[in-house]
C-alpha cells in the first residue's frame, strides 16, 4: 500500500510570512496532485506534477515534485488570509495499469492570520 | 451551474437506518467516485465507476451499494447505519479513468451524522 505522509499537519501564521508545506513517500507515484479544500466544500485541484524535479509555479505558489517522484513540497511565498483551507496532495497509484486511484494524504490545514 | 452536485447537504439519521446520497455530474466525465472523509480529514476512495462500470471498490462493508444508472449519476445507498459511518461523503468525477495526471472535480460533500 503507498501512503503519503504530509507535514505539518496544522500551521498558522501572519500575514506576509512564507511557508512550505511537504508531502512524502517511499513509494513512487507516476504523478502527483495538490488540492486545496476550504470548508464545507470538495477539494479543488491546484496543480498536478508528472515529471520528477518538475517546478511549477502558480502566482505565489511554487509547487515541486522530487527527482525520485516520491515526495513534494508547496511553498507559499507571502502568504494572504485568502490562503486559508485545507492543503491535501495526491498521488496517483503507479501500477495497476488504467485503474489507477489517487491516494491522498492527511493533509495540512493552514491558517493565515491578518 | 455545479458541476458536482450532491444531495443531500445534511444527513442526520438514527442508527440502523437506512440511507441514499445522490450525486449527479454535467461534465460529460466517463468515472465517477465516492469518497469518505473521516473527521480528521483523511480522504479515502470507496468506489469508483467508468461508464457506469464498477471498476474500484475498496475495503468498504456490504452496507454499502453504489448505483450508477448512467454515466451522469452515482448514486449510494447506504443500510442499517452504524455510528462509525459518520463522515462526509464525497462525489466526484473525472474526465477518464484516473491515470498519471487526471483532474478530479469534487461535489461539495454531504455530512452524514449518525446518532
Known amino acids: 500500500t503507498q501512503l503519503l505522509e504530509q507535514s505539518p499537519q496544522f500551521l498558522s501564521i501572519q500575514e506576509g510570512e512564507n511557508l512550505t508545506v511537504y508531502c512524502n513517500s517511499s513509494?513512487?507515484?507516476?504523478?502527483l496532485q495538490w488540492y486545496r479544500q476550504e470548508p464545507g466544500e470538495g477539494p479543488v485541484l491546484l496543480v498536478t506534477v508528472v515529471t520528477g524535479g518538475e517546478v511549477k509555479k502558480l502566482k505565489r505558489l511554487t509547487f515541486q515534485f522530487g527527482d525520485a517522484r516520491k515526495d513534494s513540497s508547496l511553498h507559499i511565498t507571502a502568504a494572504q488570509p485568502g490562503d486559508t483551507g485545507l492543503y491535501l496532495c495526491?498521488?496517483?497509484?503507479?501500477?495497476?495499469?488504467?485503474?489507477?486511484?489517487?491516494?491522498f494524504g492527511k493533509g495540512t490545514k493552514l491558517s493565515v492570520k491578518p | 451551474d455545479t458541476a458536482v452536485s450532491q444531495t443531500p447537504k445534511y444527513l442526520v439519521t438514527q442508527m440502523g437506518n437506512d440511507k441514499s446520497i445522490k450525486c449527479e455530474q454535467n461534465?460529460?466525465?466517463?468515472?465517477m467516485y465516492w469518497y469518505k472523509q473521516d473527521s480528521k480529514k483523511f480522504l479515502k476512495i470507496m468506489f469508483s465507476?467508468?461508464?457506469?462500470?464498477?471498476?474500484i471498490n475498496e475495503t468498504v462493508p456490504n452496507r454499502f451499494s453504489p448505483k450508477s444508472p448512467d454515466k451522469a449519476h452515482l448514486n449510494l445507498h447506504i443500510n442499517s447505519l452504524e455510528l462509525g459511518d459518520s463522515a462526509v461523503y464525497f462525489c466526484a468525477s473525472s474526465l477518464r479513468v484516473t491515470v498519471r495526471s487526471e483532474k478530479l472535480f469534487f461535489g461539495s460533500g454531504t455530512q452524514l451524522s449518525v446518532l
Open positions: 461534465l460529460g466525465h466517463d468515472t
Open positions: 465507476y467508468n461508464n457506469k462500470e464498477l471498476i
Open positions: 513509494s513512487v507515484f507516476s504523478s
Open positions: 495526491a498521488g496517483a497509484q503507479s501500477y495497476g495499469g488504467s485503474q489507477g486511484n489517487l491516494i
